[in-house]
């Protein structure tokens, strides 16, 4: 009764209704809900905490400049183009990101590469280089966008691959879609975002587990062409001999390395106070762009710029959480790819401040001014938080489903069935065919079996799973123990190679005689020589006559185990010991 009672409960009825979800916020779990969190509030942290240092870091500068004298003007500018990116952040996030995952993905790079070539005929020229261009009365960056925009399309072609398609056009396509963008921004010349481009590619190829020679030998490609980039190019050599010898080159290529050394220096453990940087003051060129880390550093000291990179690996831990349980292929290269692309990022610049890198000028996200930076690294985050809303949340009547035994008629199989378990019975799904091998298949042979166009009812699926658990308890009856017998050791007759030759026949006694007085010595001389002389009262005369009371001894119980296996000898040549 108990075991039909435990049946009865955990036995569900195929004509179920299946649960409304609950909302989001109640069902979600944990290790999805969790790193979502932490992703917003790293984020909220790091943007926060970027304008009160773009505040602090160029209000001597905008108060300096003739054509500004307003201390905060960079800072509302900085705020507003915030503002840009987290408008820009809801859209990416409320447009599906499997939209991308098709053909609409070749539009924005088609729309950034044009932007590109237009950059290099009527750019702006600024810091040696044309990288901006005007669009609308906004200072626009487009080699910034062309870094998503490849991530979206190498990652729709990607997919591809992975799907067993043709894959030699595929490799074209991937081929054009990093080659071109790149080569356009190499021209401006524009190493640092070549490089940060083509490791997010490289985070595509491995989030999307592409093998590791192809991306063994993409990584090789990059350092090679970065290698020529600065073997043939005088002001990149400038900047590594600056690298390693920066006191040689302080008033030229070290002069930024040198004076983020004074800043770090100055702040010390705890930092000089807030606002109070002395390196600020017309000594670090644009202390709020690329340079702002080092005035970090100065004025909230070593505490500061541990917090800066603390505040970043929880960024990258709870994207990366989120990729791990992306609903696909695509949405984990996304989420991967976009995280990997603001990471690479950050530490670049950061390991480029205190000179473990050469210097390539490009700036820490959330922190440094710049409209483009800051817009595109708020939609990145847009993508990550896009894949954590459509991971795969298992509602009320999944996770019952999950626990419960379901009888299912006319259906190809439970979801646990699909999963590999063996919690489900399938009624009329297939015939079962009786066999009397085993007590189980002889048992579910004479159960009724449930047509596939009829609902199975509650009450003949606990019928049908008392049966079963009737049968397996048959099944799995204990035996009774086995008692082993001894059988008592057997004379066998003497292989023929070892039988006396016919000669020696009339000698011997008959095979298989029993009697102890045809038992002879056969002990050589050499051993024992009293014994076979005579002497002493235990002859083997006496034996053999039984005088001395030591007859040959037969093999007992106890040897019969030692005696089993071996070929006796022939009753004539058996020799007695003691």
């Given at each position: 009764?108990?075991?039909?009672?435990?049946?009865?409960?955990?036995?569900?009825?195929?004509?179920?209704?299946?649960?409304?979800?609950?909302?989001?916020?109640?069902?979600?779990?944990?290790?999805?809900?969790?790193?979502?969190?932490?992703?917003?509030?790293?984020?909220?942290?790091?943007?926060?905490?970027?304008?009160?240092?773009?505040?602090?870091?160029?209000?001597?500068?905008?108060?300096?400049?003739?054509?500004?004298?307003?201390?905060?003007?960079?800072?509302?500018?900085?705020?507003?183009?915030?503002?840009?990116?987290?408008?820009?952040?809801?859209?990416?996030?409320?447009?599906?990101?499997?939209?991308?995952?098709?053909?609409?993905?070749?539009?924005?790079?088609?729309?950034?590469?044009?932007?590109?070539?237009?950059?290099?005929?009527?750019?702006?020229?600024?810091?040696?280089?044309?990288?901006?261009?005007?669009?609308?009365?906004?200072?626009?960056?487009?080699?910034?966008?062309?870094?998503?925009?490849?991530?979206?399309?190498?990652?729709?072609?990607?997919?591809?691959?992975?799907?067993?398609?043709?894959?030699?056009?595929?490799?074209?396509?991937?081929?054009?879609?990093?080659?071109?963008?790149?080569?356009?921004?190499?021209?401006?010349?524009?190493?640092?975002?070549?490089?940060?481009?083509?490791?997010?590619?490289?985070?595509?190829?491995?989030?999307?587990?592409?093998?590791?020679?192809?991306?063994?030998?993409?990584?090789?490609?990059?350092?090679?062409?970065?290698?020529?980039?600065?073997?043939?190019?005088?002001?990149?050599?400038?900047?590594?001999?600056?690298?390693?010898?920066?006191?040689?080159?302080?008033?030229?290529?070290?002069?930024?390395?040198?004076?983020?050394?004074?800043?770090?220096?100055?702040?010390?453990?705890?930092?000089?106070?807030?606002?109070?940087?002395?390196?600020?003051?017309?000594?670090?060129?644009?202390?709020?762009?690329?340079?702002?880390?080092?005035?970090?550093?100065?004025?909230?000291?070593?505490?500061?710029?541990?917090?800066?990179?603390?505040?970043?690996?929880?960024?990258?831990?709870?994207?990366?959480?989120?990729?791990?349980?992306?609903?696909?292929?695509?949405?984990?290269?996304?989420?991967?790819?976009?995280?990997?692309?603001?990471?690479?990022?950050?530490?670049?610049?950061?390991?480029?401040?205190?000179?473990?890198?050469?210097?390539?000028?490009?700036?820490?996200?959330?922190?440094?001014?710049?409209?483009?930076?800051?817009?595109?690294?708020?939609?990145?985050?847009?993508?990550?938080?896009?894949?954590?809303?459509?991971?795969?949340?298992?509602?009320?009547?999944?996770?019952?489903?999950?626990?419960?035994?379901?009888?299912?008629?006319?259906?190809?199989?439970?979801?646990?069935?699909?999963?590999?378990?063996?919690?489900?019975?399938?009624?009329?799904?297939?015939?079962?065919?009786?066999?009397?091998?085993?007590?189980?298949?002889?048992?579910?042979?004479?159960?009724?079996?449930?047509?596939?166009?009829?609902?199975?009812?509650?009450?003949?699926?606990?019928?049908?799973?008392?049966?079963?658990?009737?049968?397996?308890?048959?099944?799995?009856?204990?035996?009774?123990?086995?008692?082993?017998?001894?059988?008592?050791?057997?004379?066998?007759?003497?292989?023929?190679?070892?039988?006396?030759?016919?000669?020696?026949?009339?000698?011997?006694?008959?095979?298989?005689?029993?009697?102890?007085?045809?038992?002879?010595?056969?002990?050589?001389?050499?051993?024992?020589?009293?014994?076979?002389?005579?002497?002493?009262?235990?002859?083997?005369?006496?034996?053999?006559?039984?005088?001395?009371?030591?007859?040959?001894?037969?093999?007992?119980?106890?040897?019969?185990a030692r005696n089993r296996g071996r070929d006796p000898l022939p009753a004539g040549s058996r020799s007695t010991r003691r």
């Open positions: 009764m108990a075991t039909e009672r435990a049946l009865t409960s955990r036995v569900a009825p195929s004509n179920t209704s299946v649960a409304k979800p609950r909302r989001a916020g109640l069902t979600t779990p944990a290790y999805i809900l969790g790193p979502r969190l932490l992703l917003i509030l790293s984020t909220a942290m790091l943007l926060v905490f970027g304008l009160v240092m773009v505040y602090s870091a160029s209000f001597v500068e905008a108060f300096t400049n003739p054509t500004i004298q307003d201390s905060s003007y960079i800072f509302k500018h900085q705020l507003i183009l915030a503002g840009v990116g987290l408008v820009a952040l809801v859209v990416t996030l409320v447009i599906d990101y499997r939209v991308w995952n098709s053909s609409l993905s070749w539009v924005p790079w088609a729309v950034i590469t044009v932007l590109l070539v237009l950059t290099l005929l009527a750019g702006n020229e600024e810091l040696g280089g044309k990288r901006w261009f005007d669009l609308f009365g906004f200072n626009l960056q487009p080699s910034e966008f062309a870094k998503l925009a490849m991530l979206l399309v190498v990652g729709m072609l990607l997919v591809k691959v992975r799907e067993n398609r043709e894959r030699g056009p595929l490799i074209v396509f991937i081929a054009a879609a990093v080659g071109l963008p790149a080569v356009l921004i190499m021209l401006q010349p524009d190493l640092g975002t070549t490089l940060i481009a083509l490791a997010g590619i490289i985070a595509v190829a491995w989030f999307g587990e592409l093998s590791m020679k192809p991306l063994a030998a993409a990584m090789l490609l990059i350092v090679l062409i970065a290698a020529a980039a600065v073997l043939f190019t005088g002001f990149r050599m400038g900047r590594i001999d600056a690298w390693l010898d920066p006191w040689a080159y302080a008033s030229d290529e070290g002069y930024q390395i040198v004076n983020s050394f004074y800043a770090f220096a100055d702040g010390g453990i705890s930092g000089v106070g807030l606002g109070l940087s002395h390196q600020k003051y017309l000594y670090l060129p644009q202390p709020h762009n690329d340079l702002i880390f080092p005035i970090i550093g100065e004025e909230l000291g070593l505490v500061g710029a541990v917090l800066v990179a603390v505040l970043f690996l929880a960024f990258l831990f709870a994207a990366y959480r989120i990729t791990r349980h992306a609903p696909d292929l695509y949405g984990r290269i996304v989420a991967g790819a976009a995280a990997t692309l603001i990471g690479f990022q950050a530490f670049l610049n950061m390991l480029c401040m205190v000179n473990i890198l050469p210097m390539t000028g490009k700036p820490l996200p959330f922190f440094s001014a710049g409209g483009s930076s800051i817009i595109v690294t708020l939609m990145l985050v847009g993508l990550i938080l896009n894949v954590s809303l459509r991971s795969v949340v298992p509602d009320e009547a999944d996770e019952r489903r999950d626990q419960l035994l379901i009888i299912e008629g006319g259906r190809e199989g439970s979801r646990e069935e699909k999963r590999g378990g063996t919690h489900a019975i399938k009624a009329g799904a297939s015939k079962r065919r009786p066999s009397a091998q085993t007590s189980r298949k002889a048992s579910l042979a004479t159960m009724p079996q449930a047509s596939p166009s009829k609902t199975t009812t509650p009450a003949k699926a606990t019928a049908k799973a008392t049966a079963k658990a009737t049968s397996e308890k048959k099944h799995f009856r204990r035996q009774p123990a086995r008692t082993k017998t001894v059988e008592k050791p057997r004379f066998r007759e003497m292989p023929a190679s070892r039988q006396p030759k016919t000669s020696d026949k009339a000698a011997l006694p008959q095979q298989g005689a029993r009697n102890p007085a045809n038992l002879t010595l056969s002990m050589s001389p050499a051993r024992n020589p009293a014994r076979n002389s005579g002497a002493g009262s235990n002859s083997g005369a006496a034996r053999n006559s039984g005088a001395g009371g030591n007859s040959a001894r037969k093999p007992s119980g106890n040897n019969s």
